[in-house]
């Protein structure tokens, strides 16, 4: 199964090392679903994980930040703008639908459209459900 994970679900992950975003952060380490990306979400993954101000051990940031270079699947975006409450989160969308991932993960799902059938925009707690069933 591919999904997208939105950068304030891995923030959330290597911040709290028992929580929901964690466990999210081990089974992909594990290969449980495969994790697209575009170069636009790994920038700001980049930006908002490593290199801004935060809490997180730098050697925890470069660890996830490694892992994904190496693990994910990086695709091309192509899809169509605008469908997104809050613009910053259009590359989460367009890496779905580009990459044909079967969930969104994020904290914000009220800024994502509910109407897709291809795409699920889900919280931990649901993505975990799917993985676990």
């Known amino acids: 199964m591919r999904a ?3 950068t304030n679900i891995f923030f959330a992950g290597l ?3 028992e929580g929901g975003a ?3 952060i081990k089974y992909f380490r ?3 679903f495969e994790l697209v990306i575009t170069h636009e979400v790994f920038d700001e993954y980049l930006r908002v994980i490593h290199l801004f101000d935060n ?3 730098p050697d925890k940031s470069e660890e996830l930040l490694e892992l994904i270079f190496e693990k994910a699947v990086k695709i091309e975006s192509a899809s169509p703008k605008g469908l997104c409450k809050d613009p910053d989160d259009e590359k ?6 580009s990459g044909k991932a079967r969930y969104i993960v994020t904290k914000n799902k009220k ?23």
């Open 92 to 97: 989460f969308l367009s890496a779905a639908i």
């Open 4 to 6: 997208v994970i939105d």
């Open 15 to 17: 911040l709290n090392l």
């Open 30 to 32: 594990d290969g449980e």
């Open 22 to 24: 964690a466990k999210i």
């Open 111 to 133: 800024d994502f459209p509910h109407n897709l059938s291809a795409v699920k925009i889900a919280n931990v707690r649901e993505f975990l459900n799917g993985l676990e069933e």
């Open 55 to 57: 809490d997180i051990p």
